[in-house]
């Protein structure tokens, strides 16, 4: 069973920047595209980057040209490096991953999820 778990999470001001990381522990995510979404309180979960098999990436609009995705096959490594942050990104990020090799930026395509971590971004 894949067992995704996310690290890098915490509070930063308007403006700063902060990396998030997931690690698959038990499966090899080479063969996974995988993705992060988010969700506010009282906000239906959405999705934020995908990166699928072959490296191929999509963001959100809200996220464009500030977040990038990537992803180390050999570390089992899913990133996120948010930058220029703003206080609408607080929220819960959530790595997930779809054994399809296509990763679309929608959230019933991905079978697996993790527990999801704290962004909070203070003005």
């Known amino acids: 069973q894949v067992r995704l778990d996310e690290y890098g999470g915490g509070s930063v001001e308007a403006g700063g920047s902060l990396e998030l990381s997931c690690i698959d522990s038990v499966y090899d995510m080479s063969k996974y595209s995988m993705a992060w979404f988010r969700q506010a309180p009282e906000k239906e979960r959405e999705a934020v980057a995908s990166?699928?098999?072959?490296?191929?990436?999509l963001y959100s609009e809200s996220v464009k040209g500030r977040f990038t995705v990537s992803r180390d096959d050999d570390k089992n490594k899913l990133s996120l490096q948010m930058n220029s942050l703003k206080p609408d990104d607080t929220a819960m990020y959530y790595c997930?991953?779809?054994?399809?090799?296509?990763?679309?930026?929608?959230?019933?395509?991905?079978?697996?999820w993790g527990q999801g971590i704290q962004v909070t971004v203070y003005s």
């Open positions: 997930a991953a779809t054994t399809s090799s296509v990763a679309p930026l929608r959230r019933s395509w991905y079978e697996h």
């Open positions: 990166i699928d098999t072959r490296g191929t990436t």
